[in-house]
């Protein structure tokens, strides 16, 4: 009798409410702890969320209000950015301390409040000062809005996979050390799969295990958190078909191997269509110069129903370290899915052209161990952090805490993938580049060879670009742009621009705020490898950025 009446009132709630009322709130509670945890056959103490390495997944749908409330019990401060979500007009959510808001402090919370507008598939969170987003991250999924499908054959489970390092030491000592040396931190001692690194060094740590069913597909939702490497990723026997990255709808393509930087996502569907068996899962990092990584292969095991643990398991070769080739493939197959529902939306004319050099240089640095200390820049700018969150200076009209001249070329420009200039030493400042409101920017990454050239997973908030052109040694600007991609190029929010090699991204400048760019090798970040783009209020009714909520906390 009760149930009936339920069920009545429900088919009452769902007549009042039809589907096309959409809009919901998801509400969550971040706890930030430190809790001790094992993962290489060693207790020690990591600061998470909830408990949890990796953190909990957030799950919403396109046009949902998400509202986290982050509650600060560590001794550390803390802010989670929510990578990749637009956050149109709500700068104040996005989360990089002291460019969007000051640190979340001992004992102190704060609401996250935003909406999920107009993207779909998997993102990632992360914390967002220092080094704690090693262990501080989790997986955010974005399903499409009720009652859309996917645009591509429905599978029949979804599974998330979260790749990170893992050091025995804490890793804000390994950075701290590092910064004080001048030297580069020490490399992880492990990657992981959903927090476990299967064996590794002296060491029978467990492995994660993906359970499947002969006939079945999945759709894997793979999001790179490790702090300083892009890896590949395979799986023994199968072939995967990428249908998205960083929550775009991609054209769908198959490939047996994956590279992913960190920051990125990708969703690709497996079919257990093999025989009955246990197959190697692993990953294992990328690079294609000389320098130190970590270069241990996590491991993992695809198991069907029916096996055993204790049976033999089918492997696979990893790609050798420097495999380039295999990331050229891979990066080139991507292409937007560009369909009537989900047009790739390239700025066909460009109001902002830009080019910025980015790589590592050398300072002086009396008190380092060889005299000097590795830096990184961009356009010779190593970015210093200020003291009050850029955001804040800028709504509040409050000077002195940044000037808005960052260089739109390298101010002094040389073969940046050929001899290194004479001084390589950098210039420091805390410069934003300014944008009009829908003003469109194309932006040339070009790598520089200083010390080594390396490929930098370039991270920018609260835009989407696409990847219109990219190439090795130097950037042509006659040349060049004959051969951009201006019809159904990828998009993304990260992407990894080519060692000594240059990458062109463009997108519109629709979102007003303070929006940090960034290389997302933490390393480099450190270093100095960051600055942002002041995107101006426009005119119009819903073109200026909203308020700051009463709890954003105070430096
Ligand atoms: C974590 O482990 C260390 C040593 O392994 C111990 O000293 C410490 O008390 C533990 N902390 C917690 C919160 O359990
Ligand atoms: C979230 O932001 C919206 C729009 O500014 C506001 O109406 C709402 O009260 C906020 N919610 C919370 C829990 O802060
Ligand atoms: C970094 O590695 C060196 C050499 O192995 C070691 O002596 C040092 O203690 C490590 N630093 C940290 C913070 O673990
Ligand atoms: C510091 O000097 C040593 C010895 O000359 C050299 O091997 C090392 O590469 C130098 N390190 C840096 C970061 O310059
Ligand atoms: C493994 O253990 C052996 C013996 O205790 C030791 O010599 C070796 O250095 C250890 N290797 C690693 C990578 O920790
Ligand atoms: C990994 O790097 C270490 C230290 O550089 C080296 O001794 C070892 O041979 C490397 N292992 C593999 C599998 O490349
Ligand atoms: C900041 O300056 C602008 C332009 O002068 C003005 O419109 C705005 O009201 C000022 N904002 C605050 C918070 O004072
Ligand atoms: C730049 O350096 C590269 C690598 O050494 C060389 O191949 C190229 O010719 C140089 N370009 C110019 C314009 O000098
Ligand atoms: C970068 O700035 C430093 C310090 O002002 C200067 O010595 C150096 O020549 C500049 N390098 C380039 C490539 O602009
Ligand atoms: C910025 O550069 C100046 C001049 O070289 C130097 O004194 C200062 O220490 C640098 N600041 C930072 C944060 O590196
Ligand atoms: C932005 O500019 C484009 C192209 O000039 C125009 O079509 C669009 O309406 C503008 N959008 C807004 C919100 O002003
Ligand atoms: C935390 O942030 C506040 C505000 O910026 C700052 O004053 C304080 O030094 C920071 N604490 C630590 C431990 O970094
Ligand atoms: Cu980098």
């Given at each position: 009798m009760m149930e009936l009446r339920v069920l009545v009132l429900m088919l009452v709630v769902a007549f009042l409410y039809p589907t096309c009322v959409e809009s919901r709130v998801r509400n969550y509670k971040f706890s930030v702890v430190r809790k001790n945890t094992t993962a290489l056959c060693a207790s020690k103490p990591i600061i998470v969320v909830n408990g949890k390495f990796p953190g909990p997944t957030l799950y919403a749908r396109e046009d949902d209000i998400v509202i986290v409330r982050v509650v600060n019990h560590v001794k550390d401060n803390v802010t989670i950015h929510w990578h990749g979500v637009r956050q149109l007009r709500t700068g104040?959510?996005?989360?990089p301390a002291y460019i969007t808001q000051c640190p979340i402090q001992t004992g102190q919370s704060y609401i996250y409040n935003f909406t999920l507008t107009g993207q779909r598939g998997t993102l990632l969170w992360h914390a967002h000062?220092?080094?704690?987003r090693a262990t501080v991250h989790g997986a955010i999924v974005i399903l499409p809005k009720r009652g859309v499908p996917y645009p591509f054959p429905k599978p029949d489970k979804e599974e998330i996979i979260i790749f990170g390092e893992w050091w025995k030491s804490d890793v804000e000592a390994v950075i701290n050390q590092a910064m004080k040396l001048g030297q580069p931190p020490n490399v992880s001692d492990a990657h992981t799969i959903n927090g476990l690194p299967g064996p590794a060094p002296n060491c029978s740590s467990q492995g994660y295990t993906l359970q499947v069913e002969t006939g079945k597909t999945y759709l894997l939702r793979i999001v790179?958190?490790?702090?300083n490497e892009e890896l590949f990723f395979k799986i023994a026997g199968h072939q995967l078909t990428i249908v998205e990255v960083d929550a775009s709808y991609t054209k769908p393509f198959k490939t047996d191997t994956i590279f992913i930087g960190p920051g990125q996502t990708t969703n690709a569907l497996l079919t257990a269509?093999?025989?009955?068996g246990n197959y190697l899962i692993a990953i294992s990092p990328f690079m294609d110069t000389i320098v130190a990584i970590d270069n241990q292969t996590a491991m993992g095991t695809l198991r069907y129903n029916g096996?055993?643990?204790v049976s033999s398991t089918t492997l696979t070769a990893m790609p050798p370290q420097n495999a380039t080739p295999i990331t050229t493939k891979f990066m080139d197959s991507l292409r937007s899915l560009?369909?009537?529902?989900?047009?790739?939306?390239?700025?066909?004319?460009?109001d902002h052209s830009l080019m910025f050099a980015i790589g590592v240089a050398v300072n002086p640095c009396a008190t380092c161990v060889n005299g000097s200390r590795v830096m990184a820049d961009i356009n010779n700018v190593s970015f210093v952090m200020p003291t009050t969150a850029i955001l804040q200076a800028h709504y509040y009209n409050?000077?002195?805490?940044?000037?808005?001249?960052?260089?739109?070329?390298?101010p002094n420009p040389y073969n940046y993938t050929g001899t290194p200039p004479t001084s390589i030493q950098t210039n420091n400042g805390t410069k934003v580049y300014r944008l009009a409101y829908n003003s469109t920017v194309q932006l040339v990454l070009q790598g520089t060879s200083i010390i080594a050239p390396e490929s930098h997973p370039t991270h920018l908030h609260g835009f989407n670009f696409y990847v219109v052109g990219k190439g090795l040694g130097n950037y042509d600007p006659k040349n060049?742009?004959?051969?951009?991609?201006?019809?159904d190029p990828v998009e993304r929010n990260t992407i990894s621009v080519p060692t000594a090699g240059w990458t062109a991204i463009r997108f519109r400048a629709d979102n007003p705020g303070v929006w940090f760019m960034h290389c997302h090798l933490e390393v480099h970040t450190t270093w100095g490898l960051k600055m942002a783009f002041l995107v101006e209020n426009g005119?119009?009714?819903?073109?200026s950025i909203l308020p700051p909520p009463n709890d954003l906390p105070k430096c």
């Amino acid at each position: 009798m009760m149930e009936l009446r339920v069920l009545v009132l429900m088919l009452v709630v769902a007549f009042l409410y039809p589907t096309c009322v959409e809009s919901r709130v998801r509400n969550y509670k971040f706890s930030v702890v430190r809790k001790n945890t094992t993962a290489l056959c060693a207790s020690k103490p990591i600061i998470v969320v909830n408990g949890k390495f990796p953190g909990p997944t957030l799950y919403a749908r396109e046009d949902d209000i998400v509202i986290v409330r982050v509650v600060n019990h560590v001794k550390d401060n803390v802010t989670i950015h929510w990578h990749g979500v637009r956050q149109l007009r709500t700068g104040w959510s996005d989360g990089p301390a002291y460019i969007t808001q000051c640190p979340i402090q001992t004992g102190q919370s704060y609401i996250y409040n935003f909406t999920l507008t107009g993207q779909r598939g998997t993102l990632l969170w992360h914390a967002h000062i220092n080094w704690q987003r090693a262990t501080v991250h989790g997986a955010i999924v974005i399903l499409p809005k009720r009652g859309v499908p996917y645009p591509f054959p429905k599978p029949d489970k979804e599974e998330i996979i979260i790749f990170g390092e893992w050091w025995k030491s804490d890793v804000e000592a390994v950075i701290n050390q590092a910064m004080k040396l001048g030297q580069p931190p020490n490399v992880s001692d492990a990657h992981t799969i959903n927090g476990l690194p299967g064996p590794a060094p002296n060491c029978s740590s467990q492995g994660y295990t993906l359970q499947v069913e002969t006939g079945k597909t999945y759709l894997l939702r793979i999001v790179n958190a490790a702090v300083n490497e892009e890896l590949f990723f395979k799986i023994a026997g199968h072939q995967l078909t990428i249908v998205e990255v960083d929550a775009s709808y991609t054209k769908p393509f198959k490939t047996d191997t994956i590279f992913i930087g960190p920051g990125q996502t990708t969703n690709a569907l497996l079919t257990a269509d093999q025989k009955i068996g246990n197959y190697l899962i692993a990953i294992s990092p990328f690079m294609d110069t000389i320098v130190a990584i970590d270069n241990q292969t996590a491991m993992g095991t695809l198991r069907y129903n029916g096996m055993l643990a204790v049976s033999s398991t089918t492997l696979t070769a990893m790609p050798p370290q420097n495999a380039t080739p295999i990331t050229t493939k891979f990066m080139d197959s991507l292409r937007s899915l560009n369909s009537k529902e989900y047009p790739a939306n390239v700025p066909q004319t460009v109001d902002h052209s830009l080019m910025f050099a980015i790589g590592v240089a050398v300072n002086p640095c009396a008190t380092c161990v060889n005299g000097s200390r590795v830096m990184a820049d961009i356009n010779n700018v190593s970015f210093v952090m200020p003291t009050t969150a850029i955001l804040q200076a800028h709504y509040y009209n409050i000077s002195g805490v940044y000037t808005d001249d960052f260089p739109a070329n390298p101010p002094n420009p040389y073969n940046y993938t050929g001899t290194p200039p004479t001084s390589i030493q950098t210039n420091n400042g805390t410069k934003v580049y300014r944008l009009a409101y829908n003003s469109t920017v194309q932006l040339v990454l070009q790598g520089t060879s200083i010390i080594a050239p390396e490929s930098h997973p370039t991270h920018l908030h609260g835009f989407n670009f696409y990847v219109v052109g990219k190439g090795l040694g130097n950037y042509d600007p006659k040349n060049d742009p004959k051969n951009f991609n201006l019809v159904d190029p990828v998009e993304r929010n990260t992407i990894s621009v080519p060692t000594a090699g240059w990458t062109a991204i463009r997108f519109r400048a629709d979102n007003p705020g303070v929006w940090f760019m960034h290389c997302h090798l933490e390393v480099h970040t450190t270093w100095g490898l960051k600055m942002a783009f002041l995107v101006e209020n426009g005119k119009g009714p819903n073109q200026s950025i909203l308020p700051p909520p009463n709890d954003l906390p105070k430096c």
